[in-house]
Nanobody
Framework: QVQLVESGGGLVQPGGSLRLSCTAS????????VTWYRQAPGKERELVAN????????SYVDSVKGRFTISRDNAKNTVYLQMNSLKSEDTAVYFC????????????WGQGTQVTVSS
């Protein structure tokens, strides 16, 4: 059984930092696509950052470039999202996603963690 558990969300003031974690069981984060998405109230889910499965290449949505960093610790089977210089517009539920290729691509999702940026 695959399970992704996010943690690290919370309330932070503008300009602050948070580090989100996504710990996987039943699937490995190494060798698979890992992605952080977010969904703000009334908005569609948005891809924030991802990391390739064959190497550690990364990509980010323009609005977080230079502020957010995605990484993974294969030994801990965990994906991280370091978020710095947070803005009110970063407020959303953040979801972890792991894409695995078997005979076809299969997507696994975590339950989400709330990030609220407010003074």
């Amino acid at each position: 059984q695959v399970q992704l558990v996010e943690s690290g969300g919370g309330l932070v003031q503008p300009g602050g930092s948070l580090r989100l974690s996504c710990t996987a069981s039943g699937v490995t984060v190494s060798g698979n696509f890992v992605t952080w998405y977010r969904q703000a109230p009334g908005k569609e889910r948005e891809l924030v950052a991802n990391m390739g499965y064959t190497d550690d290449s990364t990509s980010y949505v323009d609005s977080v470039k230079g502020r957010f960093t995605i990484s993974r610790d294969n030994a801990k089977n965990t994906v991280y999202l370091q978020m710095n210089s947070l803005k009110s517009e970063d407020t959303a539920v953040y979801f972890c996603n792991v894409m695995v290729f078997a005979t076809d691509w299969v997507a696994y999702w975590g339950q989400g963690t709330q990030v609220t940026v407010s003074s």
